[in-house]
Structure formats: structure tokens, C-alpha cells
């Protein structure tokens, strides 16, 4: 049990921390971070084309944000009606195994969702608007994209790359749980970020030293254009692109086919 809660309050701590600069690095070149999708597997496509600023990017028409709208709309019907069916998890009378796999069952579950929007998303959009919407998502979740097995396979990363990619996420993430566990309580909120951010950035350069020339120079170059997403485009409080309304502006262009 003490584990357990000391697992999700490292987690919480984690995400707060994050969540105040996480977006507001120019281009997300780099970044051990996740940002939509999370870290590693699919990427939720939609969550970046409800931003103004990306379907300004890609130049998303009328009748494309109206179908990212009913997109939303239908999605949020289908999440409703599923917490209404069954009964929440309790983590904290599981033991390891039966908690890994219910962690195992959601997971699941949430990347057939993220595939299916995904896929449903392609059909209101452009092929070039997906994949521009892909490179975005690359620079946006940064380092955490190699857990993705497309990007993966994509880059050619070897079994044993493979092995020693996990091992330096995991060394990262038992130096912050470590951090935590005997930090000082009355350290301040800037500290504890930058101690923070000096951990990413060793954590970084040792999932680097891992890959090969080639394939740092092919992952930058598949991430396209840098994009600077907007502060806060994430944040509490911050709605862009809702419904179509937003996102709108004076285009005149109609997307190239």
C-alpha cells in the first residue's frame, strides 16, 4: 500500500511540475516529455487538432473543423456512456499483479480509442494535413516518440537499442521517485522544477547516446517544420479549437490536395 501511494504521488507531483513549462518550448525539438498520447504508443491526433494554432497550421477549412466538432461531440457521448457501465477499479485493494494488469486492460483499451479516432479524424482531414498533424505530434512528445513501435520501426531501432532505450527511462524515472522520497518537504516549487529539468536533461542525453548518427538525423528530419505550439495550449483553463468556432480566422486558401 505504501508504494502504491507513493507510485501515484510521484505521478501527481510529476504532471504538476510539468504542466507549467512543458508547452511553452519553442518547436518541442528534443524534450523527454510526452505531450498528447503520452509517452510512447499512439498518439492522439485529435487532441492537437482541437488547437487554434495547429488547424491554422494546416489550414483546416469550414467544413473540417464543423467534422472535428461532431468528432468531439460523438467521442464525448461514447466516454459518458461508459462510466455509466461497471465499476471504477479499486487500485488500492490489488495486489502488483492484479493492479499491472488492470494498468495492462486500460492501456488497451485506450490505445484501440486513440487508433479509432485517429482513424475516423483522417477521413475529415487531408492526407497532408495528417501528416503534418504527425510531425507536430513528433516535436510536441519529443524523445518519449521512440516508444511509439511505428517510429520505431520507422527508425530502425534495434532489440538491444530497444532494451537499452527502457533502461534509460527507467533509471530516469527511479532517480525522480528516489528524488521525492528523500527530498526536502520545504524545498520550493522553482527548485524542485529545476532539479527536474536537470534530471530530463541527463535523461535525454543518455536515451541519444543510444541511437546512431543516422537516426538522430532521419528523427529530426521526420519531424518536419519546427511549429511553436502556443503556451498553455494544454493548460487549466485554456479551450482552443472547441467546436470549430475557434481556429477559424480570415483563411482563404483552400488545402492543397
Do not use: Y
Amino acid at each position: 500500500m505504501k508504494r502504491f501511494c507513493t507510485m501515484v504521488a510521484v505521478m501527481f507531483v510529476l504532471l504538476a511540475l510539468a504542466s507549467d513549462s512543458a508547452w511553452a518550448q519553442p518547436g518541442g525539438r528534443g524534450g523527454f516529455r510526452g505531450g498528447p498520447g503520452g509517452f510512447g504508443g499512439t498518439p492522439n491526433l485529435l487532441d492537437l487538432a482541437n488547437i487554434e494554432a495547429v488547424q491554422k497550421e494546416i489550414e483546416a477549412q469550414d467544413e473540417q473543423l464543423a467534422g472535428i466538432k461532431k468528432l468531439n461531440d460523438q467521442l464525448r457521448a461514447e466516454r459518458e456512456a461508459q462510466r455509466g457501465q461497471g465499476q471504477r477499479a479499486n487500485f488500492q485493494n490489488m495486489s502488483d499483479e492484479e493492479r499491472q494488469k488492470a494498468f495492462g486492460e486500460m492501456r488497451e483499451r485506450r490505445e484501440k480509442q486513440t487508433a479509432s479516432a485517429n482513424a475516423k479524424l483522417a477521413e475529415i482531414l487531408l492526407p497532408h494535413q495528417i501528416k503534418r498533424i504527425e510531425q507536430i505530434s513528433l516535436q510536441t512528445r519529443g524523445l518519449a516518440a521512440l516508444s511509439d513501435p511505428k517510429i520505431a520501426a520507422e527508425l530502425k531501432i534495434s532489440d538491444e537499442q530497444k532494451k537499452k532505450l527502457e533502461e534509460a527511462r527507467n533509471a530516469s524515472m527511479e532517480a525522480m521517485r528516489a528524488m521525492f522520497q528523500g527530498g526536502n518537504r520545504d524545498q520550493d516549487r522553482e527548485q524542485m522544477r529545476a532539479k527536474m529539468q536537470d534530471m530530463r536533461k541527463q535523461a535525454e542525453e543518455k536515451v541519444l547516446a543510444v541511437l546512431t548518427a543516422d537516426q538522430k538525423a532521419q528523427f529530426e528530419k521526420m519531424k518536419g517544420e519546427s511549429f511553436q505550439m502556443p503556451e498553455g495550449a494544454f493548460g487549466p483553463g485554456s479551450r482552443p479549437g472547441r467546436g470549430g468556432e475557434a481556429g477559424r480566422g480570415n483563411r482563404t486558401r483552400r488545402p492543397n490536395n
